[in-house]
């Protein structure tokens, strides 16, 4: 089992590929998260997230526990108060960090602007929620991990502050 997240490769078992490459990708792994994120941002007309250690070694601590129990779910909120948390799960290898996170921004295809949750074409938050977590004008921090299986990636974001309040007007400018 692998993991990835901000602080580097935290831990290898049976890893397949050179060791250089995995100290790259772990290197390189929260500049791709936060450009896909910043990506989408940037066109929804709000500040770019930061990386954010501490959130990064939550994400971590569940992915771990996902790729250990094959149980893909999102976590308990009570464990993780004012934060957000996208999930993705794929087979092993078979996708990039930004076709992952790219997953979550296609949904914009189905967003609206307005007042949550009222903000999906379809009339259900949940066919846009990952979208809107990454688009949320009020997060500003993000911390993500990998944790691959000789089968599955497991990849968890969480950020602060957390997104899809209901209530909260959320937007799209398109440009």
Same mark, same amino acid.
């Given at each position: 089992?692998?993991? +990835?997240?901000?602080?580097?490769?935290? #831990? $290898? %078992? *049976?890893?397949? &590929?050179?060791? !250089?490459?995995?100290?790259? @990708? =772990?290197?390189?792994?929260?500049?791709?998260?936060?450009?896909?994120?910043?990506?989408?941002?940037?066109?929804?007309?709000?500040?770019?997230?930061? +990386?954010?250690?501490?959130?990064?070694? #939550? $994400? %971590? *601590?569940?992915? &771990?526990?996902? !790729?250990?129990?094959?149980? @893909? =779910?999102?976590?308990?909120?009570?464990?993780?108060?004012?934060?957000?948390?996208?999930?993705?799960?794929?087979?092993?290898?078979?996708?990039?960090?930004?076709?992952?996170?790219?997953?979550? #921004?296609?949904?914009?295809?189905?967003?609206?602007?307005?007042?949550?949750?009222?903000?999906?074409?379809?009339?259900?938050?949940?066919?846009?929620?990952?979208?809107?977590?990454?688009?949320?004008?009020?997060?500003?921090?993000?911390?993500?991990?990998?944790?691959?299986?000789?089968?599955?990636?497991?990849?968890?974001?969480?950020?602060?502050?957390?997104?899809?309040?209901?209530?909260?007007?959320?937007?799209?400018?398109?440009?």
């Amino acid at each position: 089992m692998r993991f +990835w997240t901000g602080l580097g490769l935290l #831990a $290898a %078992a *049976g890893a397949s &590929s050179p060791a !250089a490459a995995q100290a790259s @990708f =772990a290197a390189q792994f929260p500049a791709r998260i936060l450009a896909a994120h910043n990506t989408e941002r940037a066109r929804a007309g709000v500040p770019p997230v930061v +990386w954010d250690d501490a959130l990064g070694t #939550a $994400a %971590a *601590g569940y992915a &771990s526990q996902m !790729a250990m129990t094959g149980r @893909f =779910a999102h976590s308990d909120r009570s464990l993780r108060p004012g934060t957000g948390e996208n999930l993705w799960m794929g087979t092993h290898g078979a996708f990039s960090v930004e076709a992952m996170v790219g997953g979550w #921004a296609s949904e914009k295809r189905f967003f609206v602007p307005g007042t949550f949750p009222g903000v999906s074409r379809t009339g259900n938050w949940e066919d846009v929620g990952h979208y809107t977590q990454m688009i949320w004008p009020t997060t500003q921090r993000v911390g993500c991990a990998l944790a691959s299986t000789g089968r599955v990636d497991y990849l968890v974001c969480r950020y602060a502050y957390k997104g899809n309040v209901d209530g909260r007007p959320v937007g799209f400018a398109a440009r």
